[in-house]
């Protein structure tokens, strides 16, 4: 089985909560309730928060990632982190591409690109998101949209770099909304984007690189979801804010 190519990782995307104070008590119920995990699991927090996730996870199962990053070594970026700052810190991960940063800051597929490529290079392990809105799902564009912006956010990664980049398909529409693409609309287009980076980088990598699912995935619905073939893990939004409900989706992974 192709899933045996690879391993599932659940991926807990923190978004603006938290503070730093608020995380100790969150990471330390997640610890004991995720030790057992057979996948990886990591926890993209806020940037105020990285310096405590990475102590406190030292020597657990749990990785830690941050939920952006710049393009640019260093300079006259106000406000923003370059890859450098995050590896200093002892961050493995980033998200890059997340469907609010392209809604509500701006993020293109190029400057996706940009930053994939960025944060590659420095020696990150990226979590690129894709995905499409209502709208485009319902103009039939959905298969379109996502080879696309596979396409370019990959533009400049080679083969090799393939295999520190996980892609998680996060149809808009079901993030935050409650709603959840079935299991088998997870399995269509997460095929879809393995069949893309066949076509960029063949057979072999195709197979083993890790494609999540992350739109509301939660509890309920995670054993079903990570059950299909090309569905190996989640970015999980709310739900990684509650430690048992964490542990629960982590273990659907485990024995998924």
């Not at 960025?118 to 949209?145: D, H, Y």
């Not at 596979?150 to 149809?171: C, F, H, S």
């Not at 299991?183 to 980076?197: F, G, L, M, Y």
Request: hydrophobic share 40%.
């Amino acid at each position: 089985m192709d899933k045996l190519n690879r391993k599932a990782v659940i991926a807990g995307n923190w978004k603006m909560n938290k503070t730093a104070t608020e995380a100790k008590v969150l990471i330390s119920e997640l610890i004991p309730a995720v030790k057992d995990a057979t996948c990886d699991v990591v926890i993209c927090t806020p940037y105020t928060t990285l310096a405590t996730a990475v102590e406190m996870t030292k020597g657990t199962n749990i990785k830690v990632g941050a939920e952006n990053v710049h393009y640019e070594k260093s300079g006259a970026f106000t406000g923003e982190i370059s890859a450098d700052m995050l590896l200093d810190l002892g961050v493995e991960y980033v998200v890059i591409g997340h469907s609010e940063r392209r809604q509500y800051f701006g993020e293109t597929d190029q400057t996706v690109n940009k930053r994939t490529v960025a944060a590659l290079n420095a020696g990150l392990k990226v979590i690129l998101c894709v995905g499409e809105s209502l709208q485009q799902r319902e103009e039939g564009v959905t298969e379109e949209l996502v080879r696309m912006q596979t396409k370019i956010a990959l533009r400049g990664v080679t083969a090799e770099q393939m295999a520190n980049v996980i892609i998680a398909y996060e149809p808009v529409w079901a993030i935050g909304t409650g709603k959840t693409a079935t299991s088998e609309q997870a399995q269509e287009v997460c095929a879809q984007i393995r069949k893309v980076v066949g076509e960029l980088y063949g057979e072999a990598v195709a197979k083993s690189t890790t494609i999540q699912y992350g739109g509301s995935m939660n509890a309920k619905n995670a054993e079903e979801l990570v059950a299909k073939p090309d569905v190996d893990g989640g970015l999980i939004g709310g739900a990684s804010l509650k430690a048992a409900d964490f542990a629960v989706i982590v273990a659907a992974a485990s024995n998924g």
